[in-house]
């Protein structure tokens, strides 16, 4: 065999052997522990724009609960092949209620929570020009209420119901915007 050929051999074979080892840890990053998502339009604003690029944790929720206040990515419950972004208002065994664009969430110990000023801003909050009310919905086990932070123009628990667990694909834990800004996104305390 000439020179050439057999270093053309020796060539190949090492770039396939790289474009293996690649794929063997890329692959299971991708598609177990984190993925990439892309915001579109603007049921998030002013946190997270149109755009946005978002890596979400997948893992983190196989160790711990969906908590209030964190940003989730999830498969639309009317069709899953949708991808949808919003925050975590009620968690399982809660009440969620509307009345005049304030939100009530009751626990099961009849205690009332909610703190929505620690990620949307009491100015923000007030702009929520829907004041349509939503009667008393009780969450049961592995169900979610979520909502756009930007109440004005969200499809959410207020239209289409409330999400269901196993939909839940991760939180969303790294946010990159325009023009070139990457950030943490901070994990909710609540």
Do not use: C
């Amino acid at each position: 065999m000439d020179k050439q050929v057999k270093s053309f051999f020796i060539f190949s074979f090492d770039v396939i052997k790289i474009v293996i080892v690649a794929l063997a840890i890329v692959l299971p990053i991708r598609y177990f522990l984190f993925q990439p998502f892309v915001v579109k339009g603007a049921s998030m604003e002013p946190n997270y724009h149109n755009g946005d690029y978002l890596i979400v944790d997948e893992i983190s929720y196989r160790f711990n609960e969906p908590q209030r206040g964190d940003v989730i990515v999830f498969k639309y419950p009317n069709n899953p092949a949708d991808r949808y972004i919003k925050r975590i208002i009620g968690l399982p065994g809660e009440t969620v209620s509307i009345t005049e664009g304030k939100i009530s969430i009751v626990k099961e110990d009849k205690t009332l929570v909610l703190n929505e000023s620690t990620y949307l801003s009491e100015d923000f909050l007030k702009t929520w020009s829907n004041r349509e009310d939503l009667d008393p919905v009780t969450l049961g086990a592995g169900q979610y209420f979520v909502l756009g932070d930007n109440r004005n123009a969200s499809s959410d628990s207020r239209v289409w119901g409330l999400l269901p667990e196993q939909n839940i694909i991760g939180r969303a834990s790294l946010q990159f915007s325009l023009p070139g800004m990457f950030s943490a996104v901070p994990v909710s305390n609540n």
